[in-house]
């Protein structure tokens, strides 16, 4: 089946939707972005996720191309046309075209690109019901990761490190060696005594959406979270570990720099959160 991306204005086929040399995302990574989960074709927590793309422009000082309500409706064009039961849809906004120079250009408006593709969910169920390892990696990141931006070079490294050492994901540690996040997804562990523990959002994480909803699922089953750093000693010695993003929603992690986290499967509250997210998140 052919795929239809969203290119400022015009749906076009793949082989056609292009950008211009000069976009800024292309140049500088002068852009940010946003990843929906798609289920039964519809978008899920887009009211979240387009809150939090408007934080982001705004702290790029990117004018948002169109209304929110414009937007919602060419990402459901965009997963229609591409016919995504469940899967993912992907939007790109630039400052736009203009001639190099670091500078913001006077005269010029926003690229805008959407994509969408159909994600494997019985494969992602196969992989979340045995877990998976994770490695840590020092995070060498820019001081504002909580925007959105598509500079994401250290997280590419960083991924690309985990699967050269056999895991699947990397986890960044910052200079005290307290973790972070992971390399497109925040990390949680479960203390010994039953405490959920994740990083505290300021701009040294993405301020994770699924975070935000898992955080509403603990609370209502009465679970006790912390929100603070922990080290990665803290990590290995955790009763459970997992990680969440948009594309995964609660990923156990078993496996952290070799040390077994656990009894080495996926533990009873990660599955709970992962069996109860959907009945929290706003579909729409
Ligand atoms: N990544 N931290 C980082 C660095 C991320 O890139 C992401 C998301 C998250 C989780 O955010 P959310 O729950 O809103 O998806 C945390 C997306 C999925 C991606 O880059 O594909």
């Not at 040399?21 to 140049?27: A, K, L, M, P, T």
């Not at 929110?68 to 990402?75: F, K, P």
Request: aromatic share 6%.
């Amino acid at each position: 089946m052919s795929r239809y991306a969203y290119v400022n204005g015009r749906y076009l086929p793949f082989r056609d939707a292009k950008v211009h040399i000069e976009d800024r995302g292309y140049q500088f990574a002068d852009a940010v972005y946003e990843v929906c989960e798609v289920r039964q074709g519809r978008l899920v927590d887009e009211r979240r996720h387009m809150a939090r793309l408007s934080r982001s422009l705004a702290e790029l000082r990117i004018a948002m191309p169109m209304s929110a309500r414009t937007l919602g409706i060419v990402l459901r064009e965009v997963v229609a046309k591409n016919r995504i039961g469940y899967g993912l849809v992907y939007l790109q906004i630039s400052r736009g075209v203009a001639r190099r120079d670091l500078a913001f250009p006077q005269q010029v408006s926003p690229t805008v690109v959407v994509t969408a593709r159909s994600l494997n969910q019985t494969r992602n169920g196969a992989l979340a019901a045995k877990g998976i390892a994770v490695v840590s990696v020092p995070d060498n990141r820019w001081g504002r990761v909580d925007i959105k931006t598509v500079g994401l070079l250290p997280n590419v490294l960083a991924r690309q490190t985990a699967i050269d050492r056999g895991a699947r994901d990397a986890w960044f540690v910052d200079k005290d060696g307290i973790v972070t996040e992971a390399a497109s997804a925040n990390a949680w562990i479960v203390t010994p005594d039953g405490k959920l523990v994740t990083r505290h959002a300021d701009h040294a994480i993405l301020p994770g959406i699924t975070r935000a909803v898992t955080l509403d699922v603990i609370k209502t089953l009465g679970l006790t979270v912390e929100e603070r750093g922990f080290q990665l000693e803290e990590a290995y010695a955790a009763r459970e570990a997992f990680e969440t993003s948009a594309t995964q929603i609660v990923m156990p992690v078993v496996r952290i720099d070799g040390h077994v986290i656990g009894d080495g499967k996926p533990g009873p509250v990660a599955t709970a959160l992962r069996r109860e997210f959907h009945r929290y998140a706003e579909v729409g």
